[in-house]
């Protein structure tokens, strides 16, 4: 663990991310369904200048903690012309940013400068990962939150003198904002990584010295101050029995939403760890198949485990599933993947795994067969990342398409400066339009009511592509517009 400034790791990281993801967050459209809906909800906060309740056209709306949303009113309030480009930035691209800087910083700290730098780069080259950090989701802030827990505490960990009082304040108030930023999750994993940690290393005793308990009481004081701000308000009790109910034990219990079969997350980890994901998969067999002998496992490969294999588990039984729910995983994905690498890299299922891997991009194939005789796993990997990274450099480019074919960017241009009326077909994400537009928008489920609406009454009506068919039954309302997505029609 020699001390080194890593000054080049550090510049290629921020150029990686100035070059190729900071332009997407000022080129990105806002999509309908999350971003918009968070700009009502952040509008509606600001007019009702209650900052604990949160609400989506007046309705009581449980489903977030208040953190992220009052970063969305600071750039709201005081920078509004730039309200959409700067919220992505400071609120999920920054700390994905600072994801990718803790993840050197420990893994370097815990081996050395190659393994942090290449679990970092691995961890950048993930599109799944990547693409998250740049919409506007809380996921990416309370992953940053949780790995600054982590961090803090493996730091602690490996540290042989005795842990300073306010480091572990700063550990035990990030799991306390990492709750406040999307809720339970945001204080399961860390704790759950910790614990599973210390048993492998048979040392709970550790407990002690990094103050547990009181830590824990810390998160709840944090807690505590902000299920009393949201008491004291007129809607605070149904609010609170809501978020407690509905949104926490109703989700982990039975799902309203996104419920799904046990085994969703493991089918779909080949996915959003494309294009890792198969090497991930062996090295969750394979760790859970060896269970028995984690003795003889090395710290770093507990840390994978803690901080991948059981929270996975965890999360597999949980009713309420989406991907995006294992973003905080996604450094001990890496962890535990790589270090699987290196325990077989001299068998012929390690070849295998890496080649499957690089078909899945193809030109790393290539690249290995046409400069790599020698079969060097490094070179292999370093392919794997470079042919990502120059992917990625064609993003900014793509996504001027990308808003052209499959936003609401050039519909929201044509209906904005218009007088007619809005009418959406089967599309109630559509509402959320009203923030951009300022205009009032109907709503409609049934189409025998479009064949109603008298002529001189000039309307506009949004549709998704599915349902086209149905509104063209109509020969009142003719195509204005359309893309891959959306369908614009006037009378």
């Given at each position: 663990m020699e001390k080194k400034s890593h000054k080049k790791q550090y510049i290629f990281i921020i150029l990686i991310y100035l070059i190729i993801f900071v332009p997407l967050v000022f080129l990105r459209y806002p999509d309908a369904r999350n971003e918009l809906k968070y700009f009502v909800i952040t509008k509606d906060m600001i007019k009702a200048k209650n900052y604990l309740i949160l609400k989506y056209f007046s309705e009581l709306y449980p489903d977030k903690p208040p953190l992220y949303f009052w970063i969305l009113i600071f750039f709201k309030t005081y920078f509004s012309n730039m309200f959409f480009?700067?919220?992505?930035?400071?609120?999920?691209?920054?700390?994905?940013?600072?994801?990718?800087?803790?993840?050197?910083?420990?893994?370097?700290?815990?081996?050395?400068?190659?393994?942090?730098?290449?679990?970092?780069?691995?961890?950048?080259?993930?599109?799944?990962?990547?693409?998250?950090?740049?919409?506007?989701?809380?996921?990416?802030?309370?992953?940053?939150?949780?790995?600054?827990?982590?961090?803090?505490?493996?730091?602690?960990?490996?540290?042989?003198?005795?842990?300073?009082?306010?480091?572990?304040?700063?550990?035990?108030?990030?799991?306390?904002?990492?709750?406040?930023?999307?809720?339970?999750?945001?204080?399961?994993?860390?704790?759950?990584?910790?614990?599973?940690?210390?048993?492998?290393?048979?040392?709970?005793?550790?407990?002690?010295?990094?103050?547990?308990?009181?830590?824990?009481?810390?998160?709840?004081?944090?807690?505590?101050?902000?299920?009393?701000?949201?008491?004291?308000?007129?809607?605070?009790?149904?609010?609170?029995?809501?978020?407690?109910?509905?949104?926490?034990?109703?989700?982990?219990v039975k799902a309203k939403t996104h419920s799904r079969p046990l085994y969703f997350y493991l089918v779909r980890l080949p996915l959003i760890l494309y294009p890792y994901g198969i090497i991930y998969l062996g090295a969750f067999i394979y760790y859970l198949k060896n269970i028995r002998k984690y003795f003889s496992w090395s710290l770093i490969e507990k840390i994978g485990f803690a901080w991948s294999v059981v929270p996975l588990i965890f999360f597999s039984f949980v009713s309420g599933k989406l991907e995006i729910y294992l973003l905080p995983l996604y450094t001990g994905f890496v962890v535990l993947g790589f270090t699987f690498m290196e325990r077989i890299k001299y068998s012929k299922i390690g070849n295998i795994f890496i080649k499957i891997t690089e078909v899945l991009l193809i030109i790393p194939l290539l690249l290995d067969i046409l400069f790599n005789k020698e079969k060097n796993r490094e070179k292999c990997i370093k392919y794997l990342i470079g042919t990502t990274l120059v992917l990625y450099l064609t993003f900014p480019f793509l996504l001027t398409k990308y808003n052209d074919e499959f936003t609401l960017k050039n519909i929201v241009q044509l209906i904005q400066n218009t007088n007619n009326e809005i009418i959406t077909y089967k599309f109630s994400d559509f509402l959320n339009i009203s923030y951009e537009v300022n205009k009032n928008i109907e709503d409609l489920e049934n189409k025998d009511i479009i064949s109603k609406i008298p002529k001189n009454r000039k309307t506009f009506i949004v549709s998704r592509e599915k349902y086209k068919d149905e509104i063209e039954e109509n020969n009142k309302f003719k195509l204005l517009y359309n893309n891959r997505a959306y369908y614009l029609y006037s009378n």
């Open positions: 480009s700067l919220s992505l930035l400071f609120g999920s691209l920054l700390p994905s940013f600072g994801i990718s800087i803790l993840s050197f910083k420990l893994f370097t700290k815990l081996k050395d400068e190659k393994f942090g730098f290449f679990i970092t780069l691995i961890l950048m080259t993930i599109p799944y990962f990547t693409g998250i950090s740049v919409f506007l989701r809380m996921d990416m802030l309370m992953s940053f939150f949780i790995s600054l827990a982590l961090y803090l505490f493996f730091t602690t960990y490996i540290n042989k003198n005795k842990p300073r009082i306010i480091k572990l304040i700063v550990m035990y108030t990030s799991i306390g904002i990492a709750v406040l930023t999307k809720g339970g999750a945001g204080f399961i994993i860390p704790i759950l990584v910790i614990l599973t940690f210390l048993v492998l290393e048979k040392n709970l005793s550790f407990l002690k010295e990094i103050h547990f308990f009181r830590g824990i009481l810390l998160i709840l004081v944090i807690l505590g101050i902000w299920f009393y701000g949201i008491y004291i308000q007129p809607d605070g009790k149904e609010y609170i029995s809501l978020l407690l109910g509905q949104e926490t034990l109703g989700r982990m």
